[in-house]
């Protein structure tokens, strides 16, 4: 059954008539053309899919989209603010912390989420936070030192 869900998103009012047990993930790529957050595992595994709600990092593709209703959302999308990238964002791109760039968004998302939290964390707190996103392309060591970089 279709629910009327109000948000913000990326920092704007958001109406949506929308299936309410539908995930996040798929409201966002397909209903609204924002496809920074990637599709992964579809079982909140990988981190691909991380976006932030209200200030908690959640795996989108399992989070009901009605669980938005009166939140924040922040996607990849929204960080950068006035065509100017996050610290973030800029770090990863200095820090070479991608490779084929698909575990980028969540990445970067998680890491904003630590940092919503604890701004000055420590190389062992960006390890265990960031210890639940996967990277294929193993650039797990520039990841961290992006991250470090921000939160010095």
């Known amino acids: 059954m279709k629910?009327?869900?109000?948000?913000?998103?990326?920092?704007?009012?958001m109406r949506l008539e929308v299936e309410g047990d539908r995930s996040l993930l798929w409201v966002l790529r397909t209903d609204l053309a924002l496809?920074?957050?990637?599709?992964?595992?579809?079982?909140?595994?990988c981190g691909t899919c991380t976006v932030i709600v209200g200030?908690?990092?959640?795996?989108?593709?399992?989070?009901?989209?009605?669980?938005?209703?009166?939140?924040?959302?922040?996607?990849i999308e929204g960080l950068a603010r006035?065509?100017?990238?996050?610290?973030?964002?800029?770090?990863?791109?200095e820090?070479?912390?991608?490779?084929?760039?698909?575990?980028?968004?969540?990445?970067?998302?998680?890491?904003?989420g630590l940092m919503l939290k604890n701004p000055?964390?420590?190389?062992?707190?960006?390890?265990?936070g960031m210890d639940q996103n996967l990277c294929r392309?193993?650039?797990h060591k520039r990841i961290v030192q992006a991250i470090e970089s921000v939160t010095r």
């Not at 496809?35 to 595994?45: D, I, R």
């Not at 006035?82 to 791109?93: D, E, R, S, T, W």
């Not at 820090?95 to 904003?112: L, R």
């Not at 000055?120 to 265990?128: C, D, G, L, P, S």
């Open 3 to 13: 629910e009327i869900i109000d948000f913000r998103l990326n920092g704007k009012a």
């Open 35 to 45: 496809t920074g957050t990637k599709f992964g595992c579809g079982a909140s595994l």
């Open 55 to 75: 200030k908690e990092a959640v795996r989108s593709c399992q989070y009901p989209v009605r669980e938005v209703r009166g939140k924040e959302v922040t996607t």
């Open 82 to 93: 006035n065509g100017v990238l996050h610290p973030l964002q800029k770090a990863f791109a």
């Open 95 to 112: 820090y070479g912390a991608f490779q084929c760039g698909f575990c980028t968004p969540g990445m970067i998302m998680t890491a904003y």
């Open 120 to 128: 000055k964390m420590t190389r062992a707190q960006i390890v265990a």
């Open 137 to 139: 392309c193993a650039a």
